[in-house]
C-alpha cells in the first residue's frame, strides 16, 4: 500500500510542476503539442482541444509537457517551423520564466497543502509566542548538518529533543533560539547528552559541539542541527494562508541551505549519505506518514514538492535550472549554444544524475537491512 500511495504522490508532483510549464507556454502563446500524464508508449488519448493532445501513458510515474520546439535550437529548427508559436522563438526571457513556472508551481502547491494542514489543526512549526501556550511544544530537528556533530551522533532530522544535558545544567524549554544559546554556552566542548523521541521511542545519544559548524558564526559552538519548536495551535482560515506561506518560505529556506552543502560536501568527498533519501527511503516516509493520517500525509506531501522544487532549480543539464542556464548563456553571448555541445553536456548532466540516484537507492536499501 506504501508504494500505491508513493506513486500517487509522486504523480501528483510531478503533473503539478508540468502543469506549471504548460499554463505559462500557453500564457506565452507558445504551440502546445501534447500534455501527458505517465510516460510513453501511449496508452489512450483523454482528448483534444485546438492543438493540444491530451494522453494516458503506459508507466504511470509522472507526466510531461510537449512544447512546440523545445527540443530544437534556433540552428536546427527549420524555417517552415520559426513561427512566433515556437519555444525558441519566444524572447529568452519568456523561455526562462517558462521554465521556471513548474518550479513556482510546486512551491505554490507546497503553500496550498501547508494551509490546509494548517486549517485542519495538525503539528507545526511554532512562533516563539505559540510555543509558550501550546501544551505538546517540543524541539524538534529540522535538518541535520552533513559532517557536523550531530550527524556523527546520529541525530536526525524528525527527531524530537526531549532535554539537553552538560556538565549538571539541563534543558527543556521548547525555544529553538534558547537551545542554541545552551548549546553555545559548551565553550570547554563538554559532552551533551541529548534525550531524543524517535518513532515513538526515546534515544539517548552524545555530541561534542565545536567551531567552525554554524555557518553564520562560524567562532559558535554548535551542533550542526536546524531545529524548531513543533507543537499544536488552532489556526483559523483566515490565518491558515498567511501561516502556510510563512511556513512554506522557511521550509524553503532551510532545504536550500541543506541541498547547498550536501552537493558541496559532493565536490569535497565528504558527503554523508545516511542524511539523504532516495526513492525507497521517501517510499518508506510516505508509509509511514499516510499511517500517522491524512494531515500528515499532506505536510509530508508539501514538504517533498519543495524539495523537488528546489532541485530542479539545480543548475545541472537535464533539470530545468540546466536548460535555465542555457537560456541565461545564450541571452549573455546572443546566439544559440551549439547544439553539439548542448547535447554532450546534457548527456554529461544526465549520466551525474543517475549515478547519484543508483548510490542513493543502494544507500536506502543498506539502511533498510542495516536497521
Do not use: C
Not at 324 to 344: M, N, Q, T, Y
Amino acid at each position: 500500500m506504501s508504494i500505491v500511495i508513493f506513486i500517487l504522490v509522486l504523480v501528483v508532483l510531478i503533473v503539478v510542476h508540468e502543469l506549471g510549464h504548460f499554463f505559462a507556454a500557453k500564457m506565452a502563446g507558445m504551440r502546445v503539442d501534447e500534455f501527458g500524464i505517465g510516460y510513453p508508449p501511449k496508452a489512450l488519448t483523454v482528448a483534444k482541444k485546438g492543438d493540444t493532445e491530451y494522453t494516458l501513458n503506459w508507466f504511470p510515474f509522472g507526466g510531461f509537457v510537449k512544447i512546440f520546439g523545445e527540443d530544437e535550437s534556433e540552428e536546427t529548427l527549420g524555417a517552415d517551423k520559426k513561427t512566433s508559436r515556437s519555444f525558441v522563438s519566444k524572447p529568452r526571457i519568456v523561455q526562462a520564466l517558462v521554465l521556471i513556472a513548474g518550479i513556482a508551481m510546486n512551491l505554490v502547491f507546497a503553500w496550498v497543502l501547508l494551509s490546509i494542514t494548517l486549517g485542519l489543526g495538525v503539528p507545526r512549526a511554532l512562533s516563539p509566542e505559540e510555543a509558550l501556550i501550546a501544551e505538546d511544544a517540543v524541539i524538534t530537528v529540522a535538518s541535520v548538518l552533513p559532517g557536523s556533530p550531530a550527524a556523527e551522533a546520529g541525530i536526525k532530522a524528525g527527531d524530537a529533543i526531549l532535554s539537553a544535558d552538560v556538565g549538571g545544567d539541563s534543558f527543556t524549554t521548547p525555544n529553538p533560539e534558547a537551545f542554541t544559546a545552551f548549546i553555545a554556552q559548551d565553550t570547554e566542548s563538554e559532552p551533551i547528552d541529548l534525550t531524543l523521541l524517535r518513532n515513538g521511542e526515546e534515544i539517548v545519544v552524545t555530541a561534542i559541539p565545536r567551531q567552525e559548524v554554524a555557518l553564520s558564526d562560524p567562532s559558535r559552538f554548535a551542533l550542526g542541527v536546524g531545529v524548531a519548536a513543533v507543537g499544536t495551535v488552532p489556526v483559523s482560515l483566515l490565518e491558515a494562508p498567511i501561516e502556510g506561506a510563512r511556513i512554506t518560505w522557511e521550509i524553503t529556506k532551510q532545504t536550500a541551505v541543506g541541498l547547498g552543502a550536501f552537493f558541496g560536501s559532493i565536490f569535497t568527498l565528504t558527503a554523508d549519505l545516511s542524511q539523504v533519501s532516495g526513492p525507497v527511503g521517501i517510499a518508506g516516509a510516505v508509509g509511514t506518514a499516510s499511517e500517522n493520517g491524512f494531515a500528515s500525509l499532506l505536510s509530508l506531501t508539501a514538504i517533498i514538492s519543495i524539495n523537488l522544487a528546489l532541485i530542479n532549480l539545480l543548475p545541472i543539464p537535464a533539470l530545468d535550472g540546466g536548460r535555465l542556464l542555457f537560456v541565461i548563456i545564450e541571452s549573455i553571448i546572443r546566439r544559440p549554444i551549439p547544439k553539439g555541445v548542448a547535447a554532450a553536456v546534457n548527456t554529461v548532466g544526465f549520466l551525474f544524475l543517475i549515478l547519484l540516484m543508483f548510490v542513493i537507492t543502494a544507500s536506502d536499501i543498506f539502511k533498510l537491512f542495516a536497521a
